[in-house]
C-alpha cells in the first residue's frame, strides 16, 4: 500500500477513536498511582495495555504517600467512591530519580531560589524525613500500599496491588499481589462507586 494510503487509513480510524464518547469512569476501573518521571509517559500507559479512558492517573514525585489525608488519598477516594474505581496499582520504577537527590543540596537550590529557611524547616514530614524514603524504591511501594491497606478511607474490599516497573525494558515486578490480602468473600456493594 502506498504511504499516503497507510497515513489516510490510521487517519481514518484515528478519528473514528477520538469521536467515540469517553465516560469520565475509566473503562477498566483502575487507579494507576505512580511517579512522575518523564520516561514513563507514554510508556507505562502501553506497558500496562491501558489506552485513553481506560484507568485514574495519579503521579508525584517518587510516588509516595506523605500524608494519610492529603491529596493522594482523597483522589483516591474520590476515584473509588465516585468514579467507579475498583482496584489499586502502587507502581514504583527503577532508577529512580528522586532516590538521587541529596537533602542538602536541595535546600541550598531552594534556598540559592529565594524560598525562606522557615517555610523550608516547616515542612511536615521534614525535607531529610520525606527524601530519606526513596533510597528504598521498593520498599517505598511496599509501605505506601500497607498504608493504603490501613487507612479506612478505602474499602477492604479494593485490592492494592505494589509493582516496580523497569523504565528500560518496560517489564513489570510484582512486589505485592493484591488480591491475596483480602479477607474471603469481601466484594464491593453494588452502590460503590457509582454515585
Ligand atoms: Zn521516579
Not at 6 to 16: F, R, T
Not at 27 to 48: N, S
Request: hydrophobic residues 45%; glycine residues 10%.
Amino acid at each position: 500500500m502506498a504511504i499516503l494510503h497507510e497515513v489516510l487509513q490510521h487517519n481514518a480510524a484515528w478519528v473514528a477513536e477520538r469521536n467515540r464518547p469517553l465516560s469520565k469512569e475509566p473503562h477498566k476501573r483502575v487507579i494507576i498511582f505512580t511517579c512522575m518521571d518523564t520516561r514513563l509517559v507514554d510508556f507505562l500507559e502501553p506497558a500496562l495495555g491501558l489506552k485513553r479512558g481506560d484507568a485514574q492517573m495519579i503521579k508525584n514525585a517518587g510516588n509516595t504517600l506523605v500524608d494519610a489525608g492529603g491529596g493522594v488519598v482523597r483522589s483516591l477516594v474520590v476515584a473509588i467512591h465516585g468514579l467507579a474505581c475498583e482496584e489499586v496499582f502502587v507502581i514504583g520504577h527503577r532508577d529512580c530519580g528522586m532516590a538521587q537527590i541529596d537533602k542538602d543540596a536541595l535546600r541550598r537550590a531552594m534556598v540559592d531560589s529565594g524560598v525562606p529557611e522557615e517555610a523550608i524547616n516547616a515542612l511536615r514530614p521534614s525535607l531529610g524525613e520525606w527524601l530519606g524514603g526513596f533510597h528504598d524504591p521498593l520498599g517505598n511501594v511496599e509501605r505506601v500500599v500497607t498504608m493504603l491497606r490501613q487507612n479506612p478511607l478505602i474499602p477492604k474490599a479494593v485490592p492494592i496491588h505494589g509493582l516496580m516497573f523497569d523504565p528500560a525494558s518496560g517489564a513489570l515486578q510484582v512486589l505485592v499481589d493484591g488480591y491475596t490480602k483480602l479477607a474471603a468473600g469481601q466484594t464491593l456493594p453494588p452502590h460503590v462507586g457509582r454515585l
